[in-house]
């Protein structure tokens, strides 16, 4: 059974930063593309960064460009995402997402993904 476990996630002020990790289990995606979403109440969700199993393709939404940083550790089947200068226009519920097909370009959305975690939650305070 695979199992995405989200991590990391909480209640941060406007300019703060929080590390979300996302830890895999029962198969390997280190050859797969890996994503973060995220949902705001009464919003549809939205895709936030996607990276390859190389980082060779990395794909940002352009609310966080240069903010939030995605990165992988395929060893421990895991992806991160580092969040900074956060807004709380960030505020939402973070998804992570695993592509289970065999391609190697990560898509924007959230159709491309075959596996998804529980959410966790990330406030930001004004």
């Known amino acids: 059974q695979v199992q995405l476990v989200e991590s990391g996630g909480g209640l941060v002020q406007a300019g703060g930063s929080l590390r979300l990790s996302c830890a895999a289990s029962g198969r390997t995606f280190s050859r797969s593309p890996m994503g973060w979403f995220r949902q705001a109440p009464g919003k549809e969700r939205e895709f936030v960064a996607a990276?390859?199993?190389?980082?060779?393709?990395?794909y940002y939404a352009d609310s966080v460009k240069g903010r939030f940083t995605i990165s992988r550790d395929n060893a421990k089947n895991t992806v991160y995402l580092q969040m900074n200068s956060l807004k709380p226009e960030d505020t939402a519920v973070y998804y992570c997402?695993?592509?289970?097909?065999?391609?190697?370009?990560?898509?924007?959305?959230?159709?491309?993904?075959?596996?998804w975690g529980q959410g966790t939650q990330v406030t930001v305070s004004s």
């Open positions: 997402a695993a592509d289970g097909s065999g391609t190697y370009f990560p898509s924007r959305g959230s159709m491309g993904y075959d596996y």
């Open positions: 990276r390859s199993w190389s980082g060779g393709s990395t």
